[in-house]
Structure formats: structure tokens, C-alpha cells
């Protein structure tokens, strides 16, 4: 089971940039997925998640700005960001979660830099 993260770079404030995650593994179809980033002396936190059915959970920060999407014919997740802002630069990771027996089992993939130039 694998998350194999793509994206990122750098852009300006008020751009956009995407970034996208392909998992390997049957779990996928049914696992949340989302996305989480962690800035230099940050907590990783939460940006975005999608459930299988399509249900999409966004941080408060990035709401209005950011779009989650899934294929899960493709095993794939996506971040779309808009309107980008210098707190947003971070390492992005991608995510993917299920629960089994009433616990959480997490899926990471390798982080992908975002930054955000002001």
C-alpha cells in the first residue's frame, strides 16, 4: 500500500497550484482521503478531506479557496488551491485513512513543498 504524491512548487500570493496523490492498494476505494501540510514549527494539520461517497471536510483556513476531489476508479486525490496566501506554504502530504475495529489506520505519502512567495 502506497501514496505517491505529485505537485507543488512555487508561486506567487493569489495564485493557484494543484497538487494531486495516487494510492496503490485495494484499500483505496473505500478509505477517506484528504490532504494535510505541516509548516517549519507547525503541527501537520488538516487541510482537506473527501470521503468515498464524495463528502468533503475543509479546514477553515482554506475554505472558499481550496477544492478536494477524488477518482476512485483511479485511486487518486486531488488539491486544487486558489487564491494561494503565504501561510499556506508548507508540506503538503497526502492522506488516507479507514477505521478498522474502532481504530484508525493511516496511510501517509511523501510530503510535496508548497511555496508561496508574497
Known amino acids: 500500500v502506497q501514496l505517491q504524491a505529485s505537485g507543488g512548487g512555487l508561486v506567487q500570493a493569489g495564485g493557484s497550484l494543484s497538487v494531486s496523490c495516487v494510492g496503490s492498494?485495494?484499500?483505496?476505494?473505500?478509505?477517506?482521503m484528504g490532504w494535510y501540510r505541516q509548516a517549519p514549527g507547525k503541527q501537520r494539520e488538516l487541510v482537506a478531506d473527501i470521503t468515498s461517497g464524495g463528502r468533503t471536510n475543509y479546514a477553515d483556513s482554506v475554505k472558499g479557496r481550496f477544492t478536494i476531489s477524488r477518482d476512485n476508479a483511479k485511486n487518486t486525490v486531488d488539491l486544487l488551491m486558489n487564491n494561494l496566501k503565504p501561510e499556506d506554504a508548507a508540506v503538503y502530504y497526502c492522506n488516507a485513512y479507514y477505521i478498522l475495529l474502532g481504530r484508525r489506520v493511516d496511510y501517509w505519502g511523501q510530503g510535496t513543498l508548497v511555496t508561496v512567495s508574497s
Open positions: 492498494g485495494s484499500i483505496f476505494s473505500s478509505a477517506v
